[in-house]
């Protein structure tokens, strides 16, 4: 990489100015430059996440050094400026003046060179001035004050609040900041000797490995530069997974010989994960919409060496006649505004949008319309989402209890103790900062046995 603060530039001018998702934009530079050095693709995926996630906390800071206000500055100066403020106030390692010299360098060779008094004013401003920095006060906005603390748009401040209350939102916004390891997934039927092969094998890698508090082959992975490249996983002895979505098959209370329809399944990991515990028995039919999202599910089905699973392209909103009343358990994790794992999309918060809440929940209905009628007489409809908006989850679970021979079935029975309480009555959701995964949201949905004539 010819100039790594030049591409994080250009990057963060394609995420926040043009619209592009930020992992799909860092996933493909780190795939053009992979040969390269791994500090320098580490320190690229920081900067650029780290400034995507505290974008609007570095605009407030802006605004206060700046005569331009953040918004009227021209966009390449703008994400400069952004991705400089985010290393002077959150990478110790990167010494001011490299930051500031590197920044008016940048903008002279991009064009700018009339703005390089404006840019190295700024920045040199902010650097001096770091402890004088003010924040809006909690007692006289409550809203605004989170808002900036930890960079989240205000209607979501306020939507959080609403729904979940001071405290909850607190711990979520903090949670939504902090660096989360990765969780993988053992194929339960390790025998322990084998499982303590695989773990022993894997840190001797350089990384470190823990065992997850909710489920016993769950575990956790900090330190790995690829997993991809890790023992075990070609031979799929395991997969990237987290937890909330292997509760997912826990609660669905799969049981040998059943039938599963999984709607929307790509990648595939809950697909997967519902024909193991088929244990060769049965059958999971792995659906989604496009030719691109099923090559990823046989991908993971050809590595994880499953045969009980068929894949096919459908789209979840047209009836498929052919499929009613078939299956035993339909797993509904259905497309929604991902607003639980901001935490590893930060833009997430840009893109959702309160008039988009509304078009998602008409989406996820018209997708439940058609599962409830795929499942058998007594058998389960388990909906799942990776979002914390109750229009999106409690209101759909209930509402289809009011529209379809369906009734909420306690979750505890599958949870692990610690979350039994919160899952007695069919739904769960789980939230970062109060749960160690994800924010998610199940519900356990059983269809009425058909009435004896």
């Not at 890790?230 to 292997?246: A, C, N, R």
């Not at 329809?261 to 049965?282: E, N, R, V, W, Y």
């Not at 389960?380 to 914390?388: G, K, V």
């Amino acid at each position: 990489m010819e100039n790594i603060r030049e591409l994080a530039v250009d990057m963060l001018s394609e995420i926040m100015e043009e619209g592009s998702y930020c992992h799909l934009v860092i996933r493909s530079v780190l795939q053009k430059y992979n040969y390269r050095d791994s500090r320098d693709k580490a320190f690229l995926k920081r900067l650029v996440e780290g400034t995507v996630e505290r974008c609007i906390q570095i605009d407030y800071v802006l605004d206060q050094f700046s005569k331009v206000p953040t918004v009227k500055m021209k966009p390449f100066i703008r994400n400069l400026l952004r991705s400089s403020v985010y290393q002077l106030l959150f990478m110790d390692s990167v010494p001011d003046r490299a930051v500031c010299n590197e920044a008016v360098k940048l903008a002279g060779k991009r064009g700018f060179r009339q703005l390089s008094g404006f840019v190295n004013g700024v920045l040199r401003n902010i650097a001096r001035n770091k402890e004088q920095i003010y924040f809006p006060e909690e007692e006289k906005d409550l809203v605004k004050a989170l808002s900036v603390k930890f960079s989240m748009p205000a209607w979501l401040v306020e939507k959080l609040l609403k729904e979940q209350g001071e405290e909850k939102t607190r711990r979520m916004l903090e949670a939504f900041l902090q660096t989360k390891p990765v969780t993988i997934r053992l194929k339960e039927d390790l025998s322990a000797s084998e499982k303590e092969r695989l773990i022993s094998a894997i840190e001797k890698t350089g990384c470190k490995m823990s065992a997850h508090p909710y489920l016993p082959y769950a575990y956790c992975i900090e330190g790995a530069e690829g997993l991809l490249a890790l023992p075990g996983f070609e031979e799929g002895l395991f997969q990237v997974q987290d937890v909330s979505s292997m509760l997912v098959c826990e609660c669905a209370g799969i049981r040998e010989g059943d039938r599963i329809l999984d709607l929307c399944a790509a990648p595939g990991g809950k697909s997967i994960h519902a024909a193991q515990k088929l244990k060769g028995t049965g059958l999971v039919v792995s659906r989604d919409i496009s030719e691109e999202k099923t090559a990823l599910i046989r991908e993971n089905q050809q590595r994880m060496k499953i045969q009980n699973m068929e894949v096919s392209e459908g789209d979840a909103r047209i009836f498929c006649e052919e499929d009613k009343e078939v299956y035993d358990v339909v797993l509904a994790d259905l497309p929604c505004s991902g607003l639980g794992i901001m935490g590893k999309k930060p833009d997430i918060r840009y893109h959702a949008k309160k008039e988009g809440l509304e078009s998602l929940k008409a989406l996820q209905r018209e997708i439940l319309k058609n599962a409830v009628s795929y499942v058998k007489p007594g058998g389960i409809l388990l909906y799942s989402t990776c979002t914390i908006n109750q229009g999106e989850n409690e209101e759909n679970a209930v509402w289809l209890t009011r529209q379809f021979p369906f009734g909420l079935e306690s979750l505890s029975p599958y949870l692990p103790e610690v979350l039994k309480e919160e899952g007695k009555d069919g739904m769960l959701q789980l939230i970062p900062g109060v749960h160690e995964t994800d924010g998610f949201f199940i519900a356990r949905l059983k269809k009425q046995e058909n009435k004896q004539t």
